[in-house]
Every structure is written in structure tokens, then in C-alpha cells.
Nanobody, 112 residues
């Protein structure tokens, strides 16, 4: 049974930083791409960043230079380091596996 468990969300001031984690289990993690998506109220879910099994990465234009996705295959965990956060980054953030599974989401709120 595939499980994706996100953690690390919270309330942060503009300009601040957060690191999200997604612990995966139930599938051969190292062989699959992993991604982070987000969905703000009233908006569609969008790709934030993706990391392939070989380590190459893709970012949404809106987060390039501010967010970094990484993975630790020994820990079956994917991370999203978010710096210089803006109010428009406020959303529910979801972990997604290359097998098509979703985590339950973790809320990120950027507000003063």
C-alpha cells in the first residue's frame, strides 16, 4: 500500500523559509519521479517542482530561484526547501509520486 505523508507546513511571514518533507512507503521510491504540487483556494492544483529518479529537476516559473526540491533515497523522502516566501505561495501543498499517488497535503500560509 502506497503512503505519502507530508509534514513541515505552517504559518510564516513574507520573506521567511519553510522546508516540507514527504515520507514515502509501499513502492520502490528510488525508481520513481516525485513531485510537489499546490492548490490555493479557488484555483487549480499546479505543479511546483518535480525531481526525477536520476535527480534532474523541474520548477514552476513562479518558484524558480526560491524553491529547491531534493530527495534522499535512503530515507524514501522528498523535500521542498522554500525560501523568500510570498503571500501568493499560500496554498495546500501535496506530494505526488510517479506512480500517481497523492499525499494528504500540508498547509502553507504566508502572512504577516
Amino acid at each position: 500500500q502506497v503512503q505519502l505523508v507530508e509534514s513541515g507546513g505552517g504559518l510564516v511571514q513574507p520573506g521567511g523559509s519553510l522546508t516540507l518533507s514527504c515520507a514515502a512507503s509501499g513502492f520502490p521510491f528510488s525508481g520513481y519521479a516525485m513531485g510537489w504540487y499546490r492548490q490555493a483556494p479557488g484555483k487549480e492544483r499546479e505543479l511546483v517542482a518535480r525531481i526525477r529518479s536520476g535527480g534532474s529537476t523541474t520548477y514552476a516559473d513562479s518558484v524558480k530561484g526560491r524553491f529547491t526540491i531534493s530527495r534522499d533515497n535512503a530515507k524514501n523522502t522528498v523535500y521542498l526547501q522554500m525560501n523568500s516566501l510570498k503571500s501568493e505561495d499560500t496554498a495546500m501543498y501535496y506530494c505526488h509520486s510517479g506512480m500517481g499517488d497523492w499525499g494528504q497535503g500540508t498547509q502553507v500560509t504566508v502572512s504577516s
